[in-house]
C-alpha cells in the first residue's frame, strides 16, 4: 500500500514538471533538446528532401503532440537541388538551370524567417553524384561554415544533421555514392569536438537498410536512390526526436503511431502538414531564390493567418 509520505513525493515529482507525455523527463533534456524548446522560430534548410516537407511535418507533429505551453513556430525553408558547396554538375536538369547555392539567398532566408534555431541538412547534393574528390569536400566544408557564420551571425543556433543514405541499389552508379556521403557525414560528426551539435542521420540510416535488408533485399526507403517515401520521412524525423532524447516516440513505427501513444488524434497531420506547405511557399518565396518551378505562394501575413487558422484546428483536436 502507498504511504501518505510515498504519495506525497509522487505529487511532488509531478507538480514540479519532472514528467512530459512524450516520454522524455525535462528535469534531464539534453542540449539538443533545450535547443528545440528554448527557441520561439526554429527554421529547417536544406535540399528536395526538407523541401517535400514530410520529415518537417512529422517533427512539427511531435513537438504539438508534447501539450507543452509553448512550442517553436517551424518554418520550413527547403529548396529543391540546392547545395551549401556552391557547385553544380554540367547539364543539371537537362541543362535548364545550375544547382542553385544556398550561400545566394542565406541572408535573405534568414533575414525573413528571423529564426533563434536552424536545423540543416545538406551534403546529398553537394557530392554532384561523382566519386569523392578533395576539391569538392573542401567546397562542402567551407559552404557548411558559411551557413554556421551566418547563423551565429544572424543570432540564431545551428543544429547539423548528416547528409541520408543514398541507395545505390535503386540508382547504381559506377562507383558506390554513399561512400561519398559516409565521408561527408563522419566530417560533420567530427566537429562535434569543436563544440558544433550535429545529429548522426546518415550512420543511422545505412545501418536500418541494411539490417533491414537481411530479411527483404529489395528493402528501400528511397525508391529513386536519393528521395524518401513516408517511411523514410518518419525515419528522418525518427532520428531528429530520438536526439531530442525522446527514445518511446522515436521507435514508433509511423508518425500516426507516435501520435497514438501520445494520445493524440492522426487528424492533425495533415493540419500540420498544410500549414507547413503554407509557411514554407511563402517565407521561401519571400526571400527569393534562382531555383525555377517553385511556387511563390502567399505573402508572408497571408501565410501567418492562415497558418493560426490551421494551429487553431489543430489546437481543437488536441483538447
Not at 501539450?67 to 547545395?83: D, F, Y
Not at 558559411?146 to 545551428?158: I, P, R, T, Y
Not at 565521408?183 to 543511422?204: F, I, P, S, T
Not at 516516440?249 to 501520445?262: C, R, V
Amino acid at each position: 500500500m502507498m504511504t501518505r509520505r510515498t504519495m506525497w513525493l509522487l505529487v511532488l515529482v509531478v507538480s514540479c514538471g519532472v514528467f512530459s507525455r512524450g516520454g522524455i523527463a525535462r528535469g534531464e533534456e539534453n542540449e539538443l533538446a533545450r535547443l528545440v524548446w528554448g527557441a520561439k522560430r526554429l527554421v529547417f534548410l536544406g535540399d528536395s528532401i526538407t523541401a517535400a516537407g514530410t520529415y518537417v511535418t512529422d517533427f512539427d507533429a511531435w513537438l504539438t503532440a508534447q501539450k507543452r505551453p509553448s512550442q517553436p513556430m517551424v518554418i520550413c525553408a527547403g529548396l529543391p537541388s540546392e547545395t551549401v558547396s556552391g557547385l553544380s554538375e554540367e547539364g543539371h536538369a537537362g541543362g535548364q538551370f545550375p544547382r542553385p547555392d544556398l550561400a545566394e539567398r542565406l541572408d535573405r532566408i534568414l533575414k525573413e524567417t528571423r529564426p533563434d534555431l536552424v536545423i540543416a541538412c545538406y551534403g546529398m547534393n553537394c557530392g554532384i553524384y561523382e566519386p569523392l574528390d578533395a576539391g569538392r569536400f573542401a567546397k562542402y566544408q567551407a559552404g557548411i561554415r558559411n551557413l554556421k557564420s551566418h547563423v551565429e551571425q544572424a543570432g540564431a543556433k545551428l543544429i547539423l544533421v548528416t547528409p541520408p543514405f543514398y541507395d545505390d541499389l535503386r540508382s547504381p552508379r559506377k562507383f558506390v555514392y554513399n561512400e561519398v556521403l559516409d565521408r561527408y557525414a563522419e566530417w560533420l560528426l567530427e566537429q562535434r569536438k569543436e563544440g558544433w551539435q550535429v545529429v548522426d542521420l546518415h550512420q543511422a540510416m545505412t545501418a536500418e537498410v541494411a539490417r533491414r535488408r537481411k530479411t527483404d533485399p529489395a528493402f528501400t526507403l528511397q525508391p529513386d536512390g536519393v528521395h524518401p517515401n513516408e517511411a523514410g520521412h518518419w525515419f528522418v524525423a525518427s532520428r531528429l526526436i530520438a536526439a531530442l532524447g525522446d527514445s518511446r516516440s522515436a521507435e514508433a513505427g509511423s508518425p500516426a503511431e507516435m501520435l497514438q501513444q501520445a494520445g493524440v488524434s492522426a487528424e492533425i497531420l495533415p493540419l500540420v502538414a498544410e500549414r507547413t506547405a503554407v509557411r514554407r511557399d511563402a517565407y521561401v518565396g519571400a526571400a527569393g531564390h534562382k531555383r525555377p518551378g517553385i511556387a511563390k505562394g502567399l505573402t508572408i501575413p497571408e501565410a501567418e493567418q492562415k497558418a493560426a487558422a490551421l494551429g487553431e484546428k489543430i489546437g481543437n483536436l488536441l483538447k
